[in-house]
């Protein structure tokens, strides 16, 4: 992507959020906030710099981002396994629908409480959760993306008697592959957010318990850093997974 377009995209974005923090700002040092509860982003900043130097950063971080990864990882591998499935089987598809369609709607932090009763507070039921979260997001955009199939490719595929193994890894998935990495991406996103959830109800570490921790003990400034953090890890998040995606598929980053 060419300089011009990348200030283009980002410069009336970061505008807006600096316009924000400014408004936030003047409002906190006159008084019309309430600095004990909402203190002025330069106190926040002040606070973040001191959390930086006592080396707190990295240990939380790496713990949310490992529970993440994992479950992350795993909600990939089997979304786009029985999307394929799915896709490519209208059995297999009547079978499983109305199962999907009966759990996707279910906001998943409601089945926070029955998962403690069946799989304890602890690392087990955090990992489940990220995982049911960014299931369902790469599941359905895999179905969708391979039924989408042109029938031209498929038929060419059998006309050169290619085994169905060879159709769905030289065929079906390289074309159903941007709205794969659709869902991922969404998938990305919820599964940091129920991360963070998670920790905030089942963890003794990490990013989301500590947020929770700092409220518990009324230190709303280092709370509020560690949303700082927490928000500047979702930006890098989603600026690498537009980085593998753009080499990956060169031809839609040219074409958004």
């Known amino acids: 992507m060419s300089r011009a377009r990348l200030v283009e995209r980002w410069l009336p974005g970061t505008l807006a959020v600096v316009g924000v923090l400014a408004a936030w700002e003047l409002l906190g040092r006159g008084g019309t906030l309430n600095p004990v509860l909402l203190p002025a982003p330069s106190v926040v900043l002040a606070t973040l710099v001191d959390v930086v130097r006592d080396d707190a950063l990295a240990q939380p971080i790496a713990r949310t981002l490992a529970l993440m990864a994992t479950g992350y990882l795993i909600a990939c591998a089997c979304g786009i396994a029985l999307g394929v499935a799915m896709g490519r089987s209208e059995t297999v598809h009547a079978l499983m629908e109305p199962l999907v369609e009966l759990v996707r709607p279910i906001?998943?932090?409601?089945?926070?409480?029955?998962?403690?009763?069946?799989?304890?507070?602890?690392?087990?039921?955090?990992?489940?959760?990220?995982?049911?979260?960014?299931?369902?997001?790469?599941?359905?955009?895999?179905?969708?993306?391979?039924?989408?199939?042109?029938?031209?490719?498929?038929?060419?595929?059998?006309?050169?008697?290619?085994?169905?193994?060879?159709?769905?890894?030289?065929?079906?998935?390289?074309?159903?592959?941007?709205?794969?990495?659709?869902?991922?991406?969404?998938?990305?996103?919820?599964?940091?957010?129920?991360?963070?959830?998670?920790?905030?109800?089942?963890?003794?570490?990490g990013v989301g318990f500590l947020i929770l921790d700092m409220q518990r003990a009324f230190q709303i400034q280092k709370m509020y850093a560690w949303l700082v953090v927490l928000a500047l890890l979702g930006l890098l998040l989603n600026g690498a997974f537009e980085w593998a995606e753009r080499r990956a598929l060169p031809w839609r980053a040219h074409l958004s």
């Open 107 to 205: 906001p998943k932090p409601a089945l926070i409480p029955p998962l403690f009763l069946f799989l304890g507070i602890g690392l087990q039921t955090m990992l489940f959760i990220v995982v049911l979260a960014a299931f369902f997001p790469v599941l359905i955009n895999t179905v969708q993306g391979v039924r989408g199939v042109d029938p031209v490719l498929l038929d060419t595929a059998r006309t050169l008697r290619l085994s169905r193994r060879a159709t769905v890894l030289r065929v079906v998935l390289p074309a159903a592959l941007p709205m794969v990495a659709t869902g991922m991406r969404v998938s990305l996103g919820l599964a940091l957010t129920l991360v963070v959830v998670a920790e905030m109800l089942a963890g003794e570490n």
